[in-house]
């Protein structure tokens, strides 16, 4: 019964992004690329699977982290990490750039502020199964479209700030971005953002 229910959530997640009303692209415009005026932009591309990206590396440093998965947090996957630059020295300390909950580690780049992208084995439904089915009164679940991907969206707290989880499909299985952030902070923000809409998908 569990299970009926949670794939019904998700399918109404899912309707509800083909309902939701964006703002059109323009036809014929180019996605924002490096061009030859820029050739000395600090832009780096890159890809994870099938996604390509790109960030700045005058402003953000790129880590591989492992990444717990919602929502339980038990399992981890591979991620690529973008940290605000200026951060990097709180790796290791006791504390990172907001107040975390206290353990005896120090903070690291899975804790710190950034967005992160991993490309998970399964298919989304897979894992809104297991999310729809533990959603409790902390967590926030709702439609999200990135580039015309419909998916959806997990808000839950978790070491003593915010995080974001967006569940995309692509090519049969689930692109994951997760953003960490502060609410009161701007340290790389423009940035960070900068890699979410440089995303480009392999049906593009």
Same mark, same amino acid.
């Given at each position: 019964? #569990?299970?009926?229910?949670?794939?019904?959530?998700?399918?109404?997640?899912?309707?509800?992004?083909?309902?939701?009303?964006?703002?059109?692209?323009?036809?014929?415009?180019?996605?924002?690329?490096?061009? %030859?005026?820029?050739?000395?932009?600090?832009?780096?591309?890159?890809?994870?699977?099938?996604?390509?990206?790109?960030?700045?590396?005058?402003?953000?440093?790129?880590?591989?982290?492992?990444?717990?998965?919602?929502?339980?947090?038990? &399992?981890?996957?591979? %991620?690529?990490?973008?940290?605000?630059?200026?951060?990097?020295? @709180?790796?290791?300390d006791?504390?990172?750039?907001?107040?975390?909950?206290?353990?005896?580690?120090?903070?690291? %780049?899975?804790q &710190?502020?950034?967005?992160a992208?991993?490309?998970?084995? #399964?298919?989304?439904?897979?894992?809104?199964?297991?999310?729809?089915?533990?959603?409790?009164?902390?967590? @926030?679940?709702?439609?999200a479209?990135?580039?015309?991907h419909?998916?959806?969206?997990?808000?839950?707290?978790?070491?003593?700030?915010?995080? @974001?989880?967006?569940?995309?499909?692509?090519?049969?299985?689930?692109?994951?971005?997760?953003?960490? @952030?502060?609410?009161?902070?701007?340290?790389?923000?423009?940035?960070?953002?900068?890699?979410?809409?440089?995303?480009?998908?392999?049906?593009?």
């Open positions: 019964m #569990r299970r009926h229910r949670a794939t019904a959530c998700i399918a109404l997640c899912l309707a509800l992004c083909a309902c939701a009303q964006e703002e059109p692209e323009q036809e014929g415009s180019p996605p924002p690329a490096i061009t %030859a005026e820029a050739s000395a932009d600090p832009m780096q591309e890159d890809t994870l699977g099938p996604v390509h990206y790109a960030y700045d590396t005058g402003v953000l440093t790129r880590a591989e982290i492992s990444l717990p998965l919602p929502p339980d947090f038990e &399992e981890s996957v591979f %991620a690529v990490k973008f940290l605000p630059t200026e951060l990097l020295d @709180n790796l290791g006791t504390a990172c750039s907001y107040e975390n909950e206290a353990d005896d580690g120090g903070c690291t %780049a899975e &710190e502020i950034g967005f992208l991993a490309f998970l084995e #399964r298919p989304i439904d897979t894992y809104g199964e297991a999310i729809f089915d533990q959603v409790d009164d902390s967590m @926030n679940v709702e439609p479209t990135v580039r015309g419909e998916g959806f969206k997990l808000e839950t707290p978790r070491g003593g700030t915010m995080l @974001n989880y967006t569940f995309l499909p692509v090519a049969g299985r689930t692109l994951l971005l997760v953003e960490r @952030n502060q609410a009161d902070s701007h340290i790389g923000a423009e940035a960070l953002a900068q890699v979410r809409d440089s995303l480009r998908f392999p049906d593009e």
